[in-house]
């Protein structure tokens, strides 16, 4: 079991600075360290008071968050330095990463080359071989999770984050789990089968076809109709969005999305594939002249960062109304002021058996 520091007040230790971002169970604010003046970032997240309370992350989830991000130390993956305890509320002080997500920051340049692309792709297979080395599956890869440590390129180190729903595998145990973000989960997660590393294999097919083209493979106008695209494989590479890309991009990312799970490549072997890892001039040329569909990519960024925006403004509205109908018991009052961040769905429409997340830009 974890241990977390409950001597110490984290306040006494870290001045808390201005707020970094939101997600499922609370905030994360800047903090600096009084003794060193060095900057962290703390993750504070709400605890939930009692097993039939809705609101609040249950410690149990937390405690396997740590467990998880102390497994891994890695220069991909954001690392953990301390962790807080107060009655209400569980304090992760993290590695702060300040060079914002991935895709905004090639939402920037002008075009991207797909040989200046594969250098950030390298390094997300390496965080994650390493995290699958350790049995450690993320389970929740998508763009809002893959940051970069410093704004200026080159030198700017990719850093994954947000292990809220990784899981680490016991010898011999079948793990199920429905959670996820619709449009980055694979088959096996909307089919609730036994579920292994190589969800995270599918979610960076996903992901890959998305930079070069600035499309969303299985994408449908809702939920459902996203993840029954999904189950029937029903993705292509169109002309129009994949003029660019060259052969060896599409036939990675034919790789990984694979229904059956056993049959995906892994991580190691993604950084064998050519398209990784050319082996002739011919490829590394191939690679040169091809290039990530860049007006489009702008398109779908800018189209998933309203919807981020969106989430936050429906998820203040739902709190509120909430709270209204609760006005009377003081009881529920107290605890949606004490978890003024919890967004949880009470839709029962089968897609919303998947656990949505703050950040879905599905
Ligand atoms: P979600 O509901 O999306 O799962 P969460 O509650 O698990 O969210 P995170 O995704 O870990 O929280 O963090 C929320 C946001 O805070 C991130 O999207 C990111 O913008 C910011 N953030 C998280 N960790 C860091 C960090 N170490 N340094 C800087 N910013 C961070």
Known sequence: MAVFNKLDNVEDLYEIG?????GHFGQVREVRERATGARWA?????????????????RKSVEREVEVLQALQHPNIMA?????????EVVLVLELI?????????AEKENLTESEAIEFMKQILLGVGFMHSKQIGHFDLKPENIMLSAKMAPNTDIKIIDFGLAHRFQPGEE?????????????????YEPLSTAVDMWSIGVITYILLSGMSPFQ?????????????????FDDHHFSMTSAMAKDFIQKLLVKDQNERITAEECLQHPWIKPLTRKQVA????????????KKFNAKRKWKM????????????????????????????RQCESDQEDTETKPSSLIRRRLSSSS
Not at 80 to 88: G, I, M, N, P, T
Request: hydrophobic share 35%; with cysteine.
């Open 18 to 22: 201005e707020v970094l971002g939101s």
């Open 42 to 58: 703390g993750k504070f997240l709400k605890i939930r008071k009692c097993a039939s309370s809705r609101l609040g992350m249950e």
């Open 80 to 88: 953990l330095k301390d962790v807080f305890e107060s009655r209400a």
């Open 98 to 106: 300040s060079g914002g997500e991935l895709f905004d920051f090639i």
């Open 175 to 191: 793990y199920k789990c429905m959670s996820g973000t619709p449009q980055y989960i694979p088959p096996e997660v909307i089919n």
């Open 220 to 236: 449908g106008d809702k939920d459902e109709e996203t993840l029954r695209n999904i189950i029937a494989l029903n993705y292509k």
């Open 286 to 297: 191939n690679r040169n002249r091809s290039s990530i569909n860049m007006k489009n990519f």
């Open 309 to 336: 925006s969106y989430n936050m403004v429906w998820v203040c509205n739902r709190l509120h109304r909430l709270k209204m109908l609760c006005k009377t018991s003081a009881l529920v009052d107290e605890e949606l």
